[in-house]
């Protein structure tokens, strides 16, 4: 079992950044280490679908979603447990619950998100 708790959002004026965590956690008594999984972060707005923003390997390669290329960049702290998302230059159709995702295999988990708004 794998416990992923997300933080950084909130409101922000259009323009600004925000820095998202997802601190990831194992069973209790196990050695646990994101450093073989796939991490990354997805979005849902209201009334749509959860849809991919950033993925990072385990290797480090990312992939981005188009619509954020340029302006966000995913990185990971194998050591930390932690995968982090800068957000910058923020728009108001960035404004969603952000997801972070653990994937190993068949192995698939989902924090229970962080609301970002981006608002004026």
């Known amino acids: 079992q794998v416990q992923l708790v997300e933080s950084g959002g909130g409101l922000v004026q259009p323009g600004g950044s925000l820095r998202l965590s997802c601190a990831a956690s194992?069973?209790?008594?196990?050695?646990?280490?994101?450093?073989?999984?796939?991490m990354g972060w997805y979005r849902q707005a209201p009334g749509k679908q959860r849809d991919l923003v950033a993925t990072i390997t385990s290797g480090g390669s990312t992939n981005y979603a188009d619509s954020v290329k340029g302006r966000f960049t995913i990185s990971r702290d194998n050591a930390k447990n932690t995968v982090y998302l800068q957000m910058n230059s923020l728009i108001p159709e960035d404004t969603a619950v952000y997801y972070c995702?653990?994937?190993?295999?068949?192995?698939?988990?989902w924090g229970k998100g962080t609301l970002v708004t981006v608002s004026s």
């Open positions: 194992g069973a209790s008594g196990y050695i646990f280490s994101i450093a073989i999984a796939t």
């Open positions: 995702n653990f994937k190993y295999g068949v192995n698939n988990y």
